[in-house]
């Protein structure tokens, strides 16, 4: 299948690193290249004595939708993302600018994170439309 996914992952509350590890997993079930881009949150959700740990949900699922989230149970959004890179092409790059805001090496990361670009690197490898969460 033809086109790929480029994703900035901003967000690091569970539900959204979630929505984010499962779009990455269908594209790359169906054949898509998939350049993940973390900044800020959900970089620091990547931190590898952290990326177990309860991120949370957005503050606009308000109490319901916390809830029913919780319910929801599943799959960790980390372990659908190990599985989205087993079964495609998937590449996962921290962003220089939050790893120098945190102070982070890629050492301290999780290794689902593939190594660190800056947003110029970013947009050398992005192709076709850059989806924002």
Known sequence: ????????????????LNAAAVLTAGAAAMGRKV???????????????????????????????????????????????????????VEIQACSLSMDMFGLEVADLDPLVDGQEGVAGFFLHAEGPVTFI
């Open 35 to 89: 350049h993940v881009f973390l900044q800020y949150w959900a970089l620091d959700a990547f931190r590898s004595d952290r990326i177990l740990k309860d991120h949370g949900v957005a503050p606009e699922a308000g109490p319901e939708g916390a809830a029913a989230f919780q319910r929801h149970g599943g799959q960790h959004w980390s372990e659908i993302l190990r599985q989205a890179k087993d079964i495609g092409e």
């Open 1 to 16: 299948m033809d086109g790929s996914l480029s994703v900035v992952l901003f967000s690091g509350t569970d539900d959204k």
